[in-house]
């Protein structure tokens, strides 16, 4: 008698994290890398530098910017920095739902937002069309993205190391619904996520988020990718918030620590990287590595915004008393940091130091 397809996968699931070494720490990266040198290429140094990962390849998703512009800044950053054998791979050029004009419009109506990433960025310069590569700054890469789509490329890693792959996803989250589309096992298969999005209830000044509290870019951008993502079933759902990325902001001084190194991480970061706003990816891979770096979490359950109203893409929580009947799922909810520990950690794995 044959075993039905879905118990088939999870007993290889079960068997797999049974054999599965304690210090495992394959990762898939899904990014929206924009650059050079910014918060997305600055984090998948971080994993890459890092003697405790096995980064299995980078997938890429229109975000802070769009998505071809964005795998050509990061391939350029792999030849730079000495990581030529990682696979790069497009991914989706536009949310599900959500759509650029679609959003300028609703903005007329119920207010903007102060980061549209390849929609226009914080408004101050007309963006560039979707398939436009400007020239960069860091000169073109030679290296090639694989043939393959993101979705497809993950599902066939995950398949390839059942239970032993953690998704790191700092991005908007197309890439990922499009796996769960595709293969409705691709969450359970996973040892988790790790996710940098989401807003709580962070305390600041910023204007972006202190008159607008459970905005977050990730999420705002493609609400239904977040919803599907956090309702599929994870072993496990970090989430590393607003409220706590507020709290690791990137200062001049730590790119003058890192340029003391003659690492080619660190001199890419010294030449490419602007002391600007927060680490928020770099938060998410480094918490991945020593979760020790989290003070303070809240298990939370999470889902987005869907109305297409004026809080369309917000983040939405409950506590166990409080949620709702719709197959909402706990998350760890990271809102406090070891600020001095984490800084150190970054500043080794962008020097070279942590080998």
């Known amino acids: 008698m044959r075993k039905p397809k879905h118990l088939a996968i999870i007993l290889i699931f079960l068997s797999a994290l049974q054999a599965q070494p304690p210090d495992g720490r394959k990762v898939l990266i899904d990014e929206d890398g924009s650059g050079p040198g910014g918060t997305g290429q600055m984090a998948m140094l971080a994993l890459l530098q890092s003697p405790q990962a096995e980064v299995l390849g980078i997938t890429i998703v229109t975000g802070d910017a769009w998505r071809d512009e964005e795998v050509q800044h990061t391939l350029r950053m792999l030849e730079l920095t000495g990581h030529v054998n990682i696979p790069v791979v497009p991914g989706a050029a536009f949310p599900l739902v959500r759509t650029q004009e679609g959003t300028k419009t609703a903005a007329a109506l119920t207010g903007g937002a102060a980061w549209l990433g390849a929609w226009g960025g914080d408004g101050s310069k007309p963006p560039h069309g979707p398939w436009e590569v400007p020239p960069l700054p860091e000169g073109a890469p030679r290296l090639k993205p694989l043939d393959e789509d993101a979705a497809h490329f993950l599902i066939r890693q995950v398949r390839q190391h059942p239970g032993e792959v953690t998704i790191y996803a700092a991005g908007p989250l197309t890439n990922i619904a499009l796996a769960l589309a595709i293969e409705p096992h691709f969450a359970e298969l996973t040892r988790g996520i790790v996710i940098m999005g989401g807003s709580v209830n962070p305390s600041t000044e910023d204007p972006e988020f ?8 990730n999420f705002w951008f493609d609400p239904e990718a977040a919803h599907m993502v956090l309702h599929a079933a994870w072993p496990r759902i970090d989430v590393t918030t607003v409220d706590v990325s507020i709290k690791a902001p990137f200062t001049q ?5 890192i340029a003391q190194s003659k690492n080619p991480a660190a001199q890419y970061i010294a030449k490419y990287s602007k002391a600007a706003y927060y680490l928020w990816d770099e938060l998410t891979a480094c918490s991945w590595l020593d979760p020790s770096i989290i003070t303070k979490e809240r ?5 987005v915004d869907l109305s297409h109203g004026p809080s369309y893409g917000d983040t939405l929580t409950w506590n166990e008393k409080t949620k709702p009947a719709t197959g909402v799922r706990q998350v760890h909810a990271q809102v406090d940091l070891d600020a001095t520990k984490f800084t150190k950690l970054f500043v080794n794995l962008m020097s070279g130091s942590a080998f």
């Open 299 to 303: 298990l939370l359950y999470m889902d």
């Open 253 to 257: 001084k730590i790119i003058d620590e």
């Open 210 to 217: 202190a008159t607008s509290p459970r905005h977050e870019f």
